[in-house]
């Protein structure tokens, strides 16, 4: 089982719908989640984090968190096609406080077309 | 404010050779990380420097070193390049070592091994 699993996709939806992209994690001590977003032939791009359990929302994007069930997602409402890009989601399996190590998942596709 | 800046953005080298990458942090960040991506494998960690002492190292060979400076500027050098070590080599920068600081990637070192 991978440490951390994403959906590969590609996944498309339409201009305006809603993109929802999932991630499990494997180890239960992780502390702190993140999605970045990359374009093609670019850096990963810091989107949003998350700590706590429940939803946190940054503008079109909204991150959710269940450690229970060691899932975390992002929704981005109203999709643009500017939203096209891969989006990886990073868990930090050290305890909090403790040195960071970022696992990344392989990533999601995401195309939304006009 | 300026993000994370890497140096060289593109390098092209032979097996056998050694090769020595620069990231400069965003102002004010101490903390810097490595990480190698390739279409493979995806983004693996490798190390993490922190007021000049590597706190984590990835599952990578020896031949993978890298320090920090009292600037918080960082290098990493591979040495007995192999054709497997061609990949996008990005840095990351955040303002301490702990597990809940966000990190932000500079631009990335394309390496080319021929």
């Known amino acids: 089982q991978k440490e951390v699993e994403q959906n590969s996709g590609p996944l498309s939806v339409p201009e305006g719908a809603i993109a929802s992209l999932n991630c499990t994690y494997s180890?239960?001590?992780?502390?702190?989640f993140f999605w970045y977003r990359q374009y093609s032939g670019k850096s990963p791009e810091l989107i949003m984090s998350i700590y706590s359990n429940g939803d946190k929302e940054d503008g079109r994007f909204t991150a959710q968190l269940n450690k229970a069930s060691q899932y975390v997602s992002l929704l981005i409402r109203d999709s643009q096609p500017s939203d096209s890009a891969t989006y990886l989601c990073a868990v930090n399996r050290a305890p909090s406080g403790s040195a960071r190590q970022l696992t990344f998942g392989s990533g999601t596709q995401l195309t939304v077309l006009p | 404010k300026a993000g994370v800046t890497q140096t060289p953005r593109y390098l092209i080298k032979t097996r056998g050779q050694q090769v020595t990458l620069s990231c400069s942090p965003i102002s004010g960040h101490r903390s810097v990380s490595w990480y190698q991506q390739t279409p493979g494998q995806g983004l693996q960690f490798l190390f993490e420097?922190?007021?000049?002492?590597?706190?984590n190292k990835g599952n990578f060979p020896g031949r993978f070193s890298g320090r920090q400076f009292s600037n918080s500027r960082s290098e990493m050098n591979v040495s007995t390049l192999e054709l497997g070590d061609s990949a996008l080599y990005l840095c990351a920068s955040s303002r301490q070592s702990t597990s809940s600081n966000e990190q932000f990637f500079g631009p990335g070192t394309r390496l080319t091994v021929l």
């Open positions: 180890d239960r001590v992780s502390q702190s």
């Open positions: 420097y922190f007021s000049e002492t590597q706190r």
